[in-house]
């Protein structure tokens, strides 16, 4: 029986940086709890949930395989786990077991902290991509009332999350950002491209303004050639170590019910982490 006892599961699970995080602020919070790396094999899952109750958890991080897969063995799912199709945080919501997704907010989070204000009189947002950060993009940014084009090498991957999320959500081919850019207020990488070990992001951003916001959501390397470039030309940037800081505080609030700091130490301390393991970050 664990006291206080938060985890994330997933299988592998040692690459994880949540534990770094979540530790880091019951520590600082002085708050007695922990929070642990389970490594679940598929067939496992039945068999964790069935313990689940009587191990004491207050709830965790879900990640891959199993972000689907949870859902059967929980009593609710929330709004945005509906709209990202994917849960990555459990907890109890007054005795309820319920799947949420934080990466949305934790998207939102990091760009509010990182350009306060920005949003006052943005109207028009372009993303690149089409896979889950696209999604968790593309949904929090049309929540905040802005008009969303997604931009993906797969079409039909795009033109997939355009229906999902219906009106003012628009799908384009990776052709199109050249001219979507003159309008765009914020332009957001979703793709792998430019993260250490994939190859490089190649668009053309001659049309790129000074006033548009532009936020990688990659953070090895943190300051990736298209955060380099928007600085070149003026631009804000927002790199994306933030979105999995701000992600973790939404978990972390609803399993010890306290909302931690971001603060520079902690931020140093993932910089270094990802150094370490990643050549060249
Ligand atoms: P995640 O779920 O982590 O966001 P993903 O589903 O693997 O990531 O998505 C990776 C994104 O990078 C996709 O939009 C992918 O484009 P496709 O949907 O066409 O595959 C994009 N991507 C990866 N390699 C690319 C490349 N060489 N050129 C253009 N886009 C690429």
């Known amino acids: 029986m664990t006291v206080n006892g938060a985890f994330v599961m997933g299988h592998p699970i040692a690459h994880s940086r949540s534990p770094m995080l979540h530790t880091y602020w019951l520590k600082r919070l002085g ?136 009106k003012g959500v628009s799908a384009h081919g990776l052709d199109a950002v050249g001219g979507l850019l003159a309008g765009a207020d914020l332009l957001v990488n979703t793709t792998s491209l430019g993260m250490i070990g994939q190859p490089p992001l190649e668009i053309d951003l001659t049309g790129l303004q000074a006033r548009t916001v532009v936020y990688d959501v990659i953070y090895a390397p943190l300051d990736t050639d298209l955060l380099k470039q928007a600085k070149a030309k003026g631009c804000r940037t927002v790199d994306g170590l933030g979105m999995l800081l701000h992600q973790g505080v939404e978990g972390f609030r609803r399993w010890f019910k306290q909302t931690p700091e971001i603060t520079g130490e902690l931020r140093a301390l993932l910089i270094d982490d990802i150094r370490a393991k990643t050549p060249g970050a």
């Open 31 to 166: 708050i007695e709890g922990s929070y642990e790396r389970l490594d679940i094999p598929p067939e496992q899952l039945g068999a964790f949930f069935a313990g689940f109750r009587e191990a004491g958890w207050i709830g965790g991080n879900v990640t891959v395989p199993h972000k689907l897969a949870v859902i059967p063995y929980l009593d609710a799912i929330d709004d945005d786990a509906k709209a990202m199709g994917a849960v990555n945080t459990i907890w109890w919501n007054d005795g309820a077991l319920t799947g949420g997704n934080t990466d949305s907010l934790g998207f939102m989070g990091n760009i509010d902290e990182l350009v306060p204000g920005w949003d006052r009189t943005a109207k028009r947002a372009v993303i690149l991509g089409a896979g889950g950060a696209t999604r968790a993009a593309a949904y929090g940014l049309m929540k905040r009332g802005l008009d969303v084009a997604i931009c993906n090498r797969t079409i039909s991957k795009a033109e997939a999350l355009a229906e999902q999320f219906g």
